[in-house]
C-alpha cells in the first residue's frame, strides 16, 4: 500500500517555474512506477510525465517535453516535477501517482493517486 500527497502548487506568471512534490508512505515505493498527471477542469485527465523505479528512464508529454523535468529521491521516498517556462496551458490540477498496471501513459492503469495539487498560471 502506497499512500501519495502533492504540494508545491501554486500561482506563477507564464514564463515562471515551479516544483512538485510528492511524499510517499510505505515500503514499496522505491519499487514503484510513478507518474504525473494533470486535469484541467471540462477536460480528460492527460499524462505529463514518468519514471521507472530507479529513476533510469523517463517519459515526457510532447507538450511538456523540454520545459518540464521528472526525477525521485527513493531514499526519501519522495518524486518530484520541475516545472519550467510555464504557459497558461498548464493551469491544471496536478496529481502524481504510482503503480501502473499496464500503460503508464493511461491514468486508468495507475492503483495509486495523490489528492493533487493546483497550479494555475497567469498570462
Known amino acids: 500500500q502506497v499512500q501519495l500527497v502533492e504540494s508545491g502548487g501554486g500561482l506563477v506568471q507564464a514564463g515562471g517555474s515551479l516544483r512538485l512534490s510528492c511524499a510517499a508512505s510505505?515500503?514499496?515505493?522505491?519499487?514503484?512506477?510513478m507518474g504525473w498527471f494533470r486535469q484541467a477542469p471540462g477536460k480528460e485527465r492527460e499524462f505529463v510525465s514518468a519514471?521507472?523505479?530507479?529513476?533510469?528512464?523517463?517519459y515526457y508529454a510532447n507538450s511538456v517535453k523540454g520545459r518540464f523535468t521528472i526525477s525521485r529521491d527513493n531514499a526519501k521516498n519522495a518524486a518530484y516535477l520541475q516545472m519550467n517556462n510555464l504557459k497558461p496551458e498548464d493551469t491544471a490540477v496536478y496529481y502524481c501517482?504510482?503503480?501502473?498496471?499496464?500503460?503508464?501513459?493511461?491514468?486508468?492503469?495507475?492503483?495509486?493517486w495523490g489528492q493533487g495539487t493546483q497550479v494555475t498560471v497567469s498570462s
Open positions: 501517482a504510482a503503480h501502473p498496471r499496464t500503460d503508464y501513459r493511461n491514468y486508468l492503469s495507475y492503483g495509486y
Open positions: 510505505g515500503r514499496t515505493f522505491s519499487s514503484y512506477f
Open positions: 519514471i521507472e523505479w530507479n529513476g533510469r528512464n523517463t
